[in-house]
């Protein structure tokens, strides 16, 4: 039995929901709905003010709602044309021009960076010559996770911190693990930029939001702090509390440094043309976009990522692929300091589901699109927001001080500059009875550091955003301070502090 409602309004909770279900059977139009019930109840569950879903089947959008309040301080009601930052979906679109350009000949995805960007190099010569544009954009070039992103947010631009990768060791041979970046989308817009003619912004533009009809979305900050429709940012702690998060707060410029790996604006509705657009394998008013060959080559697996509650999943070209039955999902998903948003598609069902939230250190738009799927093929499942919300509610919060801690030398020991060959020069300092760590860069931070044990303080960075980073004093032979270890600088292969002077005042 057919239900042939068509273009037909519902209000719910005084959001509008969008349906066009022309030719959708009566069994999809009930997933829908229980679907949407189901939702509303897990967005409540997880105190998220605002989010936005669309689901896409074959040429239709058949689900476009908005949930909620743009943010916490916004009480105006999210809709279908609510734009939010789509974090790492964008990464996605950039491996969208780079098809588009070699569907024009105006380069191959083997070809070699440095014979298109010469000023490309990384911290192995041999990775350098062999690296190519396909690797830019499946993380497996050998570095370590986040390799260098902390720069961004300290105001360093793409240009310093692309010049810095010669810096970073790898930590494993090249192609031959995984490790997600964001600079390495970067350098593969600066060569379309180049071979195409125009600047990224403008490149996503014309090839893509126009042609796909996505009418809400730009790439920049100042287009999203101009729009008046647009969802608030904020960032769930670990005690479960959400925080309001700014327009001005000091890294709100972080994901559009990196802007082809996160720096996209979008509303649900422009989302699900694009999710629509990748579900039918570049098929536009039946036109091909892109070519079928280069829309497989992008949702190809390249390597082994991880497992993910018992299901491998595969690093492809901006998009993953997860091992599903009875096909296997192709998804991302995104963040930004205050969002949180996923993105799936089926081709073989010319099936999509896009989640928009606002609110970053949740994982409801992920549980969403995983019981979407598996209410589509009748999967008894478990209820996935309550299981990612028992995890988080019993994440591990910062080890305590052991019972039986060793005190800190006198501070004025640990006082001085520290040197970095990428962060340049930071400075630790006495302020009362307590350490004071000053970044350098654009965006200069004085951060208290908290006794922990021994010579090992605690940073407590609004950065991080989840746990608080460890800093560590080493001695030299002569049992001076000569060195000091951040973790998370380090875990992104950084590299230690070197000790310059001993001036503490």
């Known amino acids: 039995m057919t239900i042939l409602y068509h273009f037909a309004f519902i209000f719910l909770l005084f959001n509008t929901a969008v349906f066009n279900l022309h030719g959708i059977d009566a069994k999809l139009s009930q997933l829908i709905e229980n679907f949407e019930k189901f939702a509303e109840e897990e967005r409540l569950a997880w105190k998220i003010p605002g989010m936005a879903i669309a689901i896409t089947k074959g040429n239709d959008i058949i689900f476009a709602k908005g949930f909620g309040q743009r943010g916490l301080t916004d009480k105006q009601l999210v809709d279908e044309n609510t734009v939010f930052q789509i974090g790492s979906l964008s990464k996605a679109f950039t491996s969208a021009l780079v098809a588009i350009a070699d569907d024009r000949k105006l380069l191959k995805w083997n070809d070699r960076v440095i014979d298109h960007l010469p000023s490309f190099h990384l911290y192995d010569p041999w990775s350098t010559s062999a690296f190519q544009i396909v690797d830019l954009l ?41 490790a997600y970046q964001n600079s390495f989308f970067s350098v593969a817009a600066k060569i379309l930029e180049k071979k195409m003619q125009a600047t990224f912004p403008l490149l996503l533009q014309r090839e893509i939001f126009v042609p796909l009809g996505m009418k809400n979305s730009t790439s920049t900050l100042e287009d999203y702090l101009q729009t008046k429709n647009r969802a608030e940012w904020a960032m769930r702690l670990n005690d479960g509390s959400i925080v309001h998060l700014k327009d001005n707060f000091s890294y709100n410029e972080w994901n559009y440094t990196f802007g082809p790996a996160g720096g996209i604006n979008s509303s649900v509705k422009d989302m699900a043309q694009w999710i629509k657009f990748q579900a039918n394998r570049g098929l536009v008013q039946q036109k091909q976009l892109i070519s079928a060959e280069n829309m497989q080559r992008m949702t190809r697996p390249e390597i082994y990522a991880s497992d993910f509650e018992k299901q491998p999943m595969y690093y492809a070209l901006g998009w993953i692929s997860m091992t599903y039955s009875p096909y296997p999902i192709i998804l991302h998903d995104g963040s930004t300091l205050g969002v949180y948003n996923t993105a799936a598609f089926i081709p073989e069902e010319q ?36 299981h990612f919300l028992k995890q988080a509610e019993n994440a591990k919060q910062p080890p305590p001080a052991p019972i039986n801690s060793f005190p800190a030398m006198p501070l004025d020991r640990y006082a001085g500059t520290y040197s970095n060959q990428i962060y340049g020069d930071f400075l630790i300092k006495e302020d009362t009875k307590n350490l004071v760590l000053v970044t350098s860069g654009k965006i200069k931070q004085e951060l208290p550091l908290t006794h922990w044990d021994r010579d090992i303080f605690i940073l407590d960075w609004p950065y991080s955003g989840e746990e608080p980073f460890k800093v560590s004093f080493m001695m030299n032979p002569e049992g001076l301070v000569s060195k000091m270890d951040i973790d998370a600088f380090s875990r992104e292969g950084s590299g230690d502090f070197i000790k310059i002077t001993s001036d503490q005042k």
């Open 351 to 386: 099936l999509g589901i896009v989640v928009l939230s606002n609110v970053r250190n949740t994982r409801l738009a992920l549980a969403l699109l995983l019981q979407f799927f598996d209410m589509y093929y009748d999967k008894s499942s478990k209820n996935w927001s309550q």
């Open 138 to 178: 499946c993380q497996r070039s050998g570095l370590p996770a986040y390799g260098g992103d902390t720069q961004a947010a300290l105001g360093f631009s793409i240009d310093e911190i692309i010049h810095n990768l010669k810096y970073i060791k790898p930590v494993s041979s090249f192609r031959s693990e995984y």
